[in-house]
């Protein structure tokens, strides 16, 4: 199986600063790699797909970067609704999310 | 709008069954592969179960093999998990997305979920 870690495990920032969060694959996932956002009792909400690619709706301040076995996702300028868990996920051999990063106050 | 609501959750006790439901609207669901994933209280994301479009394709997690089966009907626009034989590590909150071959067949649309709880 393939695992993913994410560091650190809680980010305090305020918003208006940058976000620095980061995804370690066990083995190569190729680009195969997507990062999500959660809140509290909701759904995840499909930020990045394809390492780098943003998804419909997702503002410009969210971007991805990384492939293989390194990936990060930056958030250029917090905004208040940003506060939330991101989980990477990885599709490239079977489907295994990191265990999360709160980004939170 | 693209919409999917699962139902069927609830409490059970260890040894019995249940069978979610994943309702999808807003889309052509027979072209679209329909994940289950769940997330235990306070706890991450876990993939459950995949199903491809016509339903005779289908994978599951070491964890669920032989106790949950996948299925779909899309005269309904519905797919459905049955749940034998739960544990009380199967209580969790059971989200069902669809792939999209434009995401690159990551999930972009899910449900709110529907929790199971498993207790004696």
């Known amino acids: 199986e393939i695992v993913l870690t994410q560091s650190p495990a809680t980010l305090s920032l305020s918003p208006g600063e940058r976000a620095t969060l980061s995804c370690r694959a066990s083995?190569?996932?190729?680009?195969?790699l997507a990062w999500y956002q959660q809140k509290l009792g909701q759904a995840p909400r499909l930020l990045i797909y394809?390492?780098?690619n943003r998804a419909t709706g997702i503002p410009a301040r969210f971007s991805g970067s990384g492939s293989g076995t390194d990936f990060t996702l930056t958030i250029s300028s917090l905004e208040p609704e940003d506060f939330a868990i991101y989980y990477c996920?990885?599709?490239?051999?079977?489907?295994?999310f990191g265990p999360g990063t709160k980004v939170d106050i | 709008e693209v919409q999917l609501v699962e139902s069927g959750g609830g409490s059970v006790k260890p040894g019995g069954s249940l069978r979610l439901s994943c309702v999808a609207s807003?889309?052509?669901?027979?072209?679209?592969?329909v994940h289950w994933f769940r997330q235990a209280p306070g706890k991450g994301l876990v993939w459950v179960s995949r199903?491809?479009?016509?339903?005779?394709?289908?994978r599951y997690a070491d964890s669920v093999k032989g106790r949950f089966t996948i299925s779909r009907d899309n005269a309904k626009n519905t797919v459905y998990l049955q749940m034998n034989s739960l544990r009380a590590e199967d209580t969790a909150v059971y989200f069902c997305?669809?792939?999209?071959?434009?995401?690159?067949?990551?999930?972009?649309?899910w449900g709110q979920g529907t929790l199971v709880t498993v207790s004696s």
């Open positions: 997305a669809r792939d999209n071959f434009y995401t690159g067949f990551f999930s972009d649309s």
């Open positions: 807003g889309f052509t669901f027979s072209s679209f592969w």
């Open positions: 199903i491809n479009t016509d339903g005779r394709d289908t």
């Open positions: 083995q190569s996932v190729s680009s195969y």
């Open positions: 394809d390492a780098s």
């Open positions: 996920h990885q599709r490239y051999k079977g489907f295994t």
